[in-house]
């Protein structure tokens, strides 16, 4: 009997799976193909369209990879997708889709291929914005990316491998990825079946609008593996809009260095559980620094939006305009308060700071947590640009500290939030601080600085 009443449940089960058939009709002639040639180079990359081998993700790849011609050939070929935003001819796509490209042509649903313009390309978010003259074309309709669901159906419309208005559904397996060269990019997450050449094509909600654009795929082979990651509209809709008014997108900048929060940090900060985005350094002269941010404070909250993981803050900056007043809600020696600043622009030089390895100095005996400190000299202090610390000589590999991740050559700024002077203070603090829980330590390494939570033992001897 039980048999019976679950097969006669099957039909109703099928007609409440969505039918796209009506949808995918009423929006693939507003979604092109973007084919783009360039020189050739002896550079394998460049085929894929990258300019060079170490601007292709080790894990991320992007989806313009159509085969190009063979590498004897004076020019090298690729196809992505677009899609029409405006009935004069203003498109939506990637920005590695067209990047470093001498000619750009679309693809028409009615056959037509005209040479588009690129109006402009945002790397940062991915987002590129082209112009073809025409009139009169279908369009797509842009829906808001921040209703959308983990589990809700989406389908995308692209040209995988070059195979036009080819159609692939799934759903939404998550929102706000933070992806290893996205930092800017809340990325939606889905289980679409997207391939090289859906790079820059659309994503739907079951309304027909479009929420996303697609852009990477989580393979090891190239191909889909079951991840796809598009940007969210609203962020691809505000950096089209900057492109096409100004020829560039600007993005918010705050002038500091995170880190995410693991359990023994969390209990060395005073949290309870692992959240909000720690400030390992600030820039001088940025607005955080203005606003009087300090390495060791913890980000709890941006403009209200509560901060679960430290990867969450940069996209929620990046789209703030510059000039605009923002909140941080931090926390600073185990205390709960408000920072208001104004958010700068951020700028193409790299904030991050340059390396400098330091001398190996004179090593002392391992201390209580297995490190070797030495003093730092002044001619130490002036290249590195602070007034005190330790250098890191060397180490017991077994050590809690050497567990804990410290490196021969870090330099130990503070510990358990007390600024560390020299050597004899460092071991008065550690000989201080409470046995059997994890002390903060803030090091620095190659100029740049972040926490460590190193476990104390119970016993030191």
């Given at each position: 009997?039980?048999?019976?009443?679950?097969?006669?449940?099957?039909?109703?089960?099928?007609?409440?799976?969505?039918?796209?058939?009506?949808?995918?009709?009423?929006?693939?002639?507003?979604?092109?193909?973007?084919?783009?040639?360039?020189?050739?180079?002896?550079?394998?990359?460049?085929?894929?369209?990258?300019?060079?081998?170490?601007?292709?993700?080790?894990?991320?790849?992007?989806?313009?990879?159509?085969?190009?011609?063979?590498?004897?050939?004076?020019?090298?070929?690729?196809?992505?997708?677009?899609?029409?935003?405006?009935?004069?001819?203003?498109?939506?796509?990637?920005?590695?889709?067209?990047?470093?490209?001498?000619?750009?042509?679309?693809?028409?649903?009615?056959?037509?291929?005209?040479?588009?313009?690129?109006?402009?390309?945002?790397?940062?978010?991915?987002?590129?914005?082209?112009?073809?003259?025409?009139?009169?074309?279908?369009?797509?309709?842009?829906?808001?990316?921040?209703?959308?669901?983990?589990?809700?159906?989406?389908?995308?419309?692209?040209?995988?491998?070059?195979?036009?208005?080819?159609?692939?559904?799934?759903?939404?397996?998550?929102?706000?990825?933070?992806?290893?060269?996205?930092?800017?990019?809340?990325?939606?997450?889905?289980?679409?079946?997207?391939?090289?050449?859906?790079?820059?094509?659309?994503?739907?909600?079951?309304?027909?609008?479009?929420?996303?654009?697609?852009?990477?795929?989580?393979?090891?082979?190239?191909?889909?593996?079951?991840?796809?990651?598009?940007?969210?509209?609203?962020?691809?809709?505000?950096?089209?809009?900057?492109?096409?008014?100004?020829?560039?997108?600007?993005?918010?900048?705050?002038?500091?260095?995170?880190?995410?929060?693991?359990?023994?940090?969390?209990?060395?900060?005073?949290?309870?559980?692992?959240?909000?985005?720690?400030?390992?350094?600030?820039?001088?002269?940025s607005p955080a620094q203005k606003a009087g941010l300090k390495a060791g404070d913890v980000i709890l909250s941006y403009n209200g939006t509560e901060l679960n993981r430290s990867n969450e803050l940069p996209p929620l900056v990046g789209s703030t305009a510059a000039g605009s007043t923002a909140s941080l809600?931090?926390?600073?020696?185990?205390?709960?308060?408000?920072?208001?600043?104004?958010?700068?622009?951020?700028?193409?030089?790299?904030?991050?700071?340059?390396?400098?390895?330091?001398?190996?100095?004179?090593?002392?005996?391992?201390?209580?947590?297995?490190?070797?400190?030495?003093?730092?000299?002044?001619?130490?202090?002036?290249?590195?640009?602070?007034?005190?610390?330790?250098?890191?000589?060397?180490?017991?590999p077994e050590g809690v500290a050497a567990e804990a991740g410290i490196r021969p050559q870090d330099v130990i700024l503070s510990f358990n939030h007390q600024p560390v002077k020299n050597v004899s203070q460092l071991e008065k603090l550690i000989d201080h601080s409470p046995k059997g829980k994890p002390a903060?330590?803030?090091?620095?390494?190659?100029?740049?600085?972040?926490?460590?939570?190193?476990?104390?033992?119970?016993?030191?001897?």
């Amino acid at each position: 009997m039980l048999l019976v009443l679950s097969l006669l449940a099957l039909p109703a089960l099928a007609n409440e799976l969505p039918d796209f058939t009506g949808l995918i009709a009423q929006n693939k002639d507003a979604v092109v193909s973007v084919n783009t040639t360039r020189k050739a180079s002896g550079n394998p990359a460049s085929r894929f369209g990258f300019p060079n081998d170490q601007d292709v993700p080790e894990l991320f790849k992007r989806f313009f990879q159509q085969m190009p011609d063979e590498p004897s050939s004076p020019e090298a070929h690729a196809v992505g997708s677009g899609f029409i935003i405006s009935p004069d001819g203003y498109i939506m796509t990637n920005a590695h889709v067209v990047a470093d490209s001498d000619e750009v042509t679309v693809s028409l649903s009615d056959r037509r291929e005209l040479p588009a313009k690129v109006v402009g390309v945002d790397e940062k978010t991915d987002v590129a914005l082209l112009k073809i003259n025409a009139s009169n074309l279908p369009t797509v309709k842009l829906g808001n990316s921040d209703q959308l669901k983990v589990g809700q159906w989406v389908f995308a419309i692209g040209a995988p491998f070059g195979f036009e208005y080819s159609a692939t559904q799934g759903v939404v397996s998550a929102l706000s990825r933070s992806l290893p060269d996205g930092t800017y990019v809340p990325f939606i997450q889905t289980d679409v079946a997207v391939n090289p050449g859906n790079s820059g094509g659309p994503l739907f909600d079951l309304q027909g609008n479009v929420v996303g654009v697609n852009s990477q795929i989580y393979s090891r082979s190239g191909g889909y593996m079951g991840l796809s990651f598009a940007i969210p509209i609203n962020v691809a809709k505000n950096v089209a809009d900057q492109l096409k008014t100004e020829g560039h997108a600007d993005h918010g900048w705050l002038g500091v260095m995170i880190q995410d929060m693991n359990q023994a940090l969390a209990q060395s900060f005073g949290l309870d559980k692992p959240h909000g985005a720690l400030v390992a350094q600030v820039t001088p002269n940025s607005p955080a620094q203005k606003a009087g941010l300090k390495a060791g404070d913890v980000i709890l909250s941006y403009n209200g939006t509560e901060l679960n993981r430290s990867n969450e803050l940069p996209p929620l900056v990046g789209s703030t305009a510059a000039g605009s007043t923002a909140s941080l809600g931090i926390l600073r020696d185990g205390k709960e308060q408000t920072l208001k600043l104004t958010i700068g622009k951020l700028n193409e030089k790299s904030e991050k700071l340059a390396a400098n390895d330091n001398g190996s100095g004179s090593s002392d005996e391992e201390n209580a947590l297995g490190l070797a400190v030495t003093d730092l000299n002044a001619e130490q202090r002036s290249d590195l640009g602070i007034q005190s610390g330790v250098l890191v000589t060397g180490m017991n590999p077994e050590g809690v500290a050497a567990e804990a991740g410290i490196r021969p050559q870090d330099v130990i700024l503070s510990f358990n939030h007390q600024p560390v002077k020299n050597v004899s203070q460092l071991e008065k603090l550690i000989d201080h601080s409470p046995k059997g829980k994890p002390a903060a330590v803030q090091v620095m390494r190659k100029q740049q600085t972040l926490f460590v939570a190193i476990p104390i033992p119970e016993k030191m001897g």
